[in-house]
């Protein structure tokens, strides 16, 4: 499967964003989808999961109530809505599929997007 970022961009502190990973291939429904976002300097870190059938979703606890991850099967897409951010929030960020089971451990994805950018000012 192929994965492609969009919705990056530049905002102010408090401002939102969202972002949208277009899958391409076949079997959107078979992956859990996630997003993960790398700063300068910093590991990759996990943002948020959501399960195959899309009933369950998971956050890291400084992203909970704060962002929403969806996906759209009509559209093969998966959206991370992105509310009240921080400066702390610039990043690339990331989606990731894996077959089947989720996980947090950027290692245990297959599939990566190119990354989309951004960036919160104070």
């Known amino acids: 499967v192929q994965l492609v970022e969009s919705g990056g961009g530049l905002v102010q502190a408090g401002g939102s964003l969202r972002l949208s990973c277009a899958a391409s291939?076949?079997?959107?429904?078979?992956?859990?989808m996630a997003w993960f976002r790398q700063a300068p300097g910093k590991e990759r870190e996990f943002v948020a999961r959501i399960t195959m059938f899309g009933g369950d979703a998971y956050y890291d606890d400084s992203m909970k109530g704060r962002f929403t991850i969806s996906r759209d099967y009509a559209r093969n897409t998966v959206y991370l809505q992105m509310n009240s951010l921080k400066p702390e929030d610039t990043a690339v960020y990331y989606c990731a599929a894996r077959s089947y089971s989720g996980s947090t451990n950027a290692a245990a994805y297959d599939y990566w997007g190119q990354g989309t950018q951004v960036t919160v000012s104070s």
């Open positions: 291939g076949r079997s959107f429904s078979r992956y859990v």
